[in-house]
């Protein structure tokens, strides 16, 4: 079992920046790729960006590609999401998740273990 749990959200102007973090508890933090992922009410879950258990390879959803970047802390077992530029679309729960598939993937069923979200509201 990994538990997660993310926090750093909260309300920003259009155009602020953000930094997420989820720290991560249980199996060995360095064995799982990570992810986040956000919803907005009404709609289905996307991908935002992920991490291999290395760091070295990353992935980004096209709508966040040069504004957020994502990073990890294995000795620190915690995953960053550093959001820049941000604009009220990005506004959503963002949830951060272990995935068994070391290299990193972008598909949330091949998540195994999911945080409860936090609150990111951007104001224009």
């Known amino acids: 079992q990994v538990q997660l749990v993310e926090s750093g959200g909260g309300l920003v102007q259009a155009g602020g920046s953000l930094r997420l973090s989820c720290t991560a508890s249980?199996?060995?933090?360095?064995?799982?790729?990570l992810g986040w992922f956000r919803q907005t009410p009404g709609k289905e879950r996307e991908f935002v960006a992920a991490?291999?258990?290395?760091?070295?390879?990353?992935y980004y959803a096209d709508s966040v590609k040069g504004r957020f970047t994502i990073s990890r802390d294995n000795a620190e077992n915690t995953l960053y999401l550093q959001m820049n530029s941000l604009k009220p679309e990005d506004t959503a729960v963002y949830y951060c998740?272990?995935?068994?598939?070391?290299?990193?993937?972008?598909?949330?069923?091949?998540?195994?273990?999911w945080g409860q979200g936090t609150q990111v509201t951007v104001s224009s």
């Open positions: 998740a272990a995935s068994a598939a070391l290299a990193g993937t972008m598909r949330q069923n091949e998540y195994d273990y």
């Open positions: 249980g199996r060995t933090f360095s064995n799982y790729a």
């Open positions: 991490i291999s258990w290395s760091a070295k390879t990353t």
